[in-house]
RNA sequence: GGCGAUGUAGCUCAGCUGGUUAGAGCGCACGACUCAUAAUCGUGAGGUCCGGGGUUCAAGUCCCCGCAUCGCUACCA
């Protein structure tokens, strides 16, 4: 256990989960942090501590409305509608949560509109005019440091122009210097510590002051600033002061505030890491103890999207496999703070394995020979059995080394290092044989001790894991003939927990096996339709209208085809390829940030359509004489326009 | 381009502050057992610890260079 949650705040604990922003289903991104912070609570609970989980929705901005429009209903109705759906999909996961923040609540807003106000008030909220020096090429503000010395854009060498935009502006930068002492006199309030390199190495550079408002005009849905009703927090300040305003508003800030940590997948480093510390520090509310970051599930080893069409569905996993086993695998299969990857297969093979063969049968068949031999009452502890004792330790040890272990955010260590002491319990069957001690009356007491050894290991087992498959372990130790009181951790520290002469209730198999065969022919059988619609079957995006323009507005642009003769990356910089476009008569060079997405080869002599009237520009050193138009995908994957019928290069596109 | 992470048996991954013949699970081969969910237990095969230098008595573990994958970041007319 680290030094820094020693003394104060061992026995409380505050856990979070990010706000799940409401314009999509759950996926195993957002079911992965929740079960973890899940599994997290309940080991603390375990263990007698006080503890408060929290997970919510993100409700308002500009997506939302337009998903509300879109839907044709009001933001409201459409929120209530996917923060039930969370809400519901947490409770078939299982998730115990304590509470549930949603951003467009009241006692949410009251707090957020106090906090900005508090951090207004002392000046470090400003208006957009202050925000200095922009590039309209760029679309960006300069300070003065990164101006050329004649005060130009180093991009355009053109003058920047004081833009009074009408945002508000948190005031960040100043607490860059700030936050890096923080991070280097407390290393790990980060972790692990990947995580808070990453996060150092922003602030080695200008972190520049943060945009928290939109126009109210343009944004309705969202929180009135208190000292502009005609701004609305944009983001930041409202969702993440959810942590915040949801013990806030209940008056449990005290008890719980300063234990406070907070669980995310590393996508979301910088706002928590970055953005949340200083804004903190500027509101005058203490620190988190730590943000504790995960990794990525790479489905089939590529990050999961839905145009690839890899998309795991939480729910449909739980109901195929049973919740419990499919948060067994989560929390064995990923080392914390790493990517792990996820197969199905994987999944299946690691359930078979580890909780019908080794768990599940254990109980199986130690309950199968308490029937057969001892009429399913349990036994005392007779005469001495080699290995009985071992086992015990073994066991015996466990409850200590999990606290740790779960402390330090290993998980999967905890539950490996259980289940290894089922393995061994296994064995310990195996050496003893009580198949042959029951053909040996004389025998009798031995059996006793090998029989209850095993019932006693199975009830601390069930402890131990209870954690991460409370359904399962409860029904495991209901099978003991145990009453369906909630387990504690002492009750894994003592070998005779179970009552002599009891009853127990040899019930199923506790985790059925899955057919593996059956899994594999059913991937053979869907993996071909899978490939077909590569756009077609993507959802439509909702969107608003840029302002209307006339004809001539239009038919001032000059669209032309062209022809692709030549193509190669830019020397000097990463995502950009030089193309070499035949334009009618004319060879224009283009440069075009597509080089996530098509290889230079490919597109030789490929057919595109070009903006021929574009003002040309140098990027990176190499002047672009025009523009390729593409389509973005869901996923933010570009597709080139081309033509269906042949039309030579230089013909008009209108 | 800058910063960071990862790269260990067929597969999924452990290997903390450098120290005996490099580990686990799955899969595979062989054997044992029969209480059990075709389960369990044992034995075995299988590795240039990404590549190349270096430091050290000693490196998967530290340093340098490179390669690959991923993430953040700049450029995205």
Known sequence: MSDDRSATDRGVLYATTPIFYVNAEPHIGHAYTTILVDVATRYRRLAGDDVYFLTGTDEHGENIQKAADAAGTSPQEYTDRVAGAFRAAWDRLGIGYDAFIRTTEERHKKVVREVLQRVYDQGDIVYGEYGGLYCVRCERYYTEKELTEDGLCPQHEIAPEYRSEANYFFRMEKY????????????????????????????????????????????????????????????????????????????????????????????????????????????????????????????????????????????????????????????????????????????????????????????????????????????????????????????????????????????????????????AANKFVSESEPWSLAKDPEAAGRLDTVLRTCLEALRCASVLLDPVMPAKMAELRHQLGMPGTAPTLDDAKRWDGLAEGSATRKGDPLFPRIDRAALEAAIEVEAPAESEDEAGGAAPVAFEPKPEIDIETFAACDLRVGTVTACEAHPKADRLLVLTVQVGTETRTIVSGIRAHYDPEELVGRTVVVVANLKPVKLRGIESQGMVLSAEGPDGRLSLLSLDRAAPPGSEVR
């Open 176 to 423: 860059r210097p700030w936050l890096r002492e923080r991070l280097e006199t407390n290393p790990d309030l980060i972790r692990p510590a990947g995580y808070r390199s990453e996060v150092l190495s922003m602030l080695k550079e200008p972190i520049g002051d943060l945009s928290i408002s939109r126009p109210r005009s343009r944004v309705p849905w969202g929180i009135p600033l208190p000292w502009d009703e005609d701004h609305v927090t944009y983001v930041w300040f409202d969702a993440l002061i959810n942590y915040y305003s949801a013990v806030a508003s209940e008056g449990l800030e005290d008890r719980y505030w300063p234990h406070v940590e907070h669980f995310i997948a590393k996508d979301i480093v910088k706002p928590h890491g970055v953005f949340w510390p200083t804004m903190l520090k500027a509101a005058g509310i203490p620190l988190f103890q730590h943000l504790n970051v995960h990794g990525y599930w790479l489905v089939e080893d590529r990050k999961m999207s839905k145009s690839l069409g890899n998309v795991v569905r939480p729910l449909e996993l739980a109901e195929r496999y049973g919740n419990d086993a499919f948060r067994y695998f989560l929390l064995r299969d990923m080392t914390f703070g790493l990517d792990a990857s996820f197969h199905e297969v994987g999944l299946v093979d690691r359930v078979n394995a580890d909780l019908a063969n080794d768990l599940g049968n254990l109980l199986n068949r130690t309950l199968g020979m308490l029937g057969k031999y001892r009429d399913g009452r349990v036994p005392p502890f007779g005469p001495d059995v080699a290995g009985a004792g071992a086992l015990r330790d073994r066991f015996l040890d466990l409850p200590d080394r999990v606290v740790e272990q779960v402390a330090r955010l290993q998980f999967d260590r905890a539950v490996a290092g259980t289940m290894d002491a089922v393995r």
